[in-house]
């Protein structure tokens, strides 16, 4: 490019992320950071099997980011997710 020609810059998104291990997020927070609704993340705090650890505090639900990593890393799929989704149907009905 040559000296004194405008430069042309697109961005189509900007995002800044600040990882601190032990902050705790609100739903919405971590909605944000998960991807997840707020309502399917309720859903979660109720599961019979894998529930999402969580403090409740003054009727506020917050949620440490360090535990959410590890709760969601027990749903890591690796392979065809259907043969999974078998497997677990047949662990279930064992029970």
């Keep these: 490019m040559?000296?004194?020609?405008?430069?042309?810059?697109v961005v189509d998104d900007v995002a800044v992320s600040l990882r601190l291990d032990g902050c705790y997020l609100s739903l919405r927070g971590l909605s944000g950071y998960s991807g997840l609704s707020p309502r399917r993340l309720r859903d979660f705090l109720r599961d019979p099997l894998h529930p999402l650890p969580h403090y409740r505090i003054g009727g506020k639900i917050l949620v440490k980011w360090d535990e959410y990593d590890a709760w969601a890393h027990q749903f890591?799929?690796?392979?065809?997710?259907?043969?999974?989704a078998t497997v677990d149907d047949l662990l279930r009905r064992l029970r």
Excluded: C, F, H, K
């Design 2 to 9: 040559g000296e004194g020609r405008p430069t042309l810059v």
């Design 76 to 84: 890591r799929q690796v392979g065809d997710a259907q043969i999974q």
